[in-house]
């Protein structure tokens, strides 16, 4: 493996005047580059070390610094293979990396790679073989000047901040090979054509394990809203203090992409939290007791079948390019599009509320002035700033044609697709003799208990 994962790793923190000790801090899963034969490169994992340090958080970066590995590997690799050292790189050598990007085809002839996706591999490298100057004391290896091996150039973009008129000032590192970058590419939801093949696939896997851990894991998916990572670390605590937190059950969640480790509250149904206590008690119990034995649960919610071990956010990834492949899916499916139509969904159901909201400046105007609007979404999303969600406010008031409906129950609706899902499911494990009519009995009145909570949240919400 040319980039792994250091497990159970720290590294020196800062020193103590007080205690007068050096104190170490958790940097478990920090990157770990190696060359193609399987050797350390230094200069990579030193860069790690220092972007690491850069960063408030090791939890909340880890998957920025997998990325940074990922990116700077392939200068590592192109290096190891033309058996150049770092420092020998020139302009021309540079140049000919970075073709080799853009160039690179798979199997079947299509570009590996966009423009984009090489521009920000191409700036990254840059930033760190300027590290490698400094780690290494050279000269006229890297910068501005002409009398570098390599000349860079520097750009300056200019950013909006949410809540202030003026604009960040942002450099950025850039080379005159690098290219221009593509015409941008919105993403769109996942279709409900396509999430109802991926649901109807998911149900009815004949491993049961399998089926109701996942059928718990696509119910996250769908109504959370939350970034796959987000929802791999979510614990069993976080789902007791939901179940615990009323008739109106919150589920707190870590926010991803934020300088400090943060979280917020995402309303649920009481049909969701229903369908994974299901998990909780028929699959997972007996998964920790079967392979790591019960004093040794480390409290994730999504475990492998097979380990016991947290379930990693890339299995579900796999799993969902290896559907896409069975179902015969033509679009895009992957986790994150589910994300985007949790999103899309609820600021459909803020707009429709509000009648007199009726095209997308003027709610970008209701959200400017209504502190209460921001916070709702931003609880419910996790963005840092609100001009992120500008696409989803164009695409909602593309899919609504500009009109505005007063709608009510919004959460009703959630819950009333998942109660839907569990009695076509009892009825099947019936039919299939996996539980007794008893059982089955038990889990219609769980399903209706909870659902009847939803009604009376919904009603209540309504006066």
């Not at 008893?438 to 009145?445: K, N, P, Q, V």
């Amino acid at each position: 493996m040319p980039i792994s994962l250091l497990k159970d790793f720290e590294r020196w923190g800062f020193y103590s005047p007080l205690d007068r000790e050096l104190k170490m801090v958790d940097a478990s899963n920090t990157p770990f580059v190696t060359y193609d034969n399987g050797m350390p490169c230094f200069e990579a994992n030193m860069y790690m070390n220092q972007q690491l340090g850069l960063t408030r958080s090791r939890r909340v970066k880890g998957g920025t610094l997998k990325t940074y590995a990922k990116h700077i590997h392939h200068i590592v690799r192109f290096c190891y293979r033309n058996k150049l050292r770092f420092s020998q790189l020139t302009d021309s050598t540079f140049t000919l990396f970075v073709q080799g990007l853009q160039g690179e085809r798979d199997k079947l002839g299509e570009l590996v790679r966009s423009n984009n996706h090489v521009i920000q591999i191409a700036q990254r490298c840059l930033n760190f073989l300027c590290f490698v100057q400094s780690c290494h004391d050279l000269n006229n290896f890297i910068g501005k000047g002409t009398e570098n091996a390599i000349r860079i150039t520097i750009k300056i973009h200019r950013i909006s901040i949410e809540g202030s008129k003026k604009k960040k000032e942002v450099e950025v590192t850039s080379h005159a090979c690098i290219p221009t970058k593509d015409a941008v590419k919105n993403r769109f939801p996942v279709s409900e054509d396509d999430a109802l093949k991926v649901w109807d696939f998911i149900k009815t896997q004949e491993n049961r394990e399998k089926r109701l851990r996942d059928i718990a894991l696509y119910q996250c998916l769908e109504e959370l809203g939350a970034r796959v990572s987000e929802i791999h670390l979510i614990t069993l605590e976080d789902i007791d203090n939901a179940i615990k937190s009323g008739v109106n059950p919150h589920l707190t969640i870590t926010t991803l992409k934020q300088e400090d480790d943060s979280s917020r509250s995402i309303p649920v149904t009481s049909a969701l939290l229903t369908d994974i206590k299901q998990y909780i008690n028929k699959v997972r119990k007996k998964i920790i007791k079967r392979t790591l034995g019960k004093n040794k649960d480390h409290g994730c919610l999504f475990v492998s079948l097979t380990t016991g071990r947290a379930l990693q956010s890339a299995t579900l990834t796999r799993y969902m390019n290896k559907w896409k492949d069975e179902l015969g899916i033509k679009g895009e499916l992957h986790p994150h599009l589910y994300r985007h139509a949790f999103i899309t969904n609820k600021l459909k159901e803020i707009i429709l509320q509000h009648k007199d909201i009726t095209s997308a400046d003027k709610f970008r105007e209701h959200l400017l002035h209504t502190e209460r609007f921001k916070i709702q979404l931003q609880q419910w999303t996790g963005h840092t700033h609100i001009h992120s969600l500008n696409t989803y406010i164009d695409l909602v008031f593309a899919d609504l044609h500009g009109y505005s409906t007063a709608y009510n129950a919004v959460q009703l609706n959630d819950s009333v697709k998942i109660v839907k899902r569990q009695i076509q499911r009892v009825k099947q494990q019936l039919k299939g003799k996996e539980i007794t009519v008893t059982e089955g009995m038990h889990l219609i009145e769980e399903t209706l208990s909870a659902f009847e909570k939803d009604i009376e949240q919904s009603l209540n919400e309504r006066h």
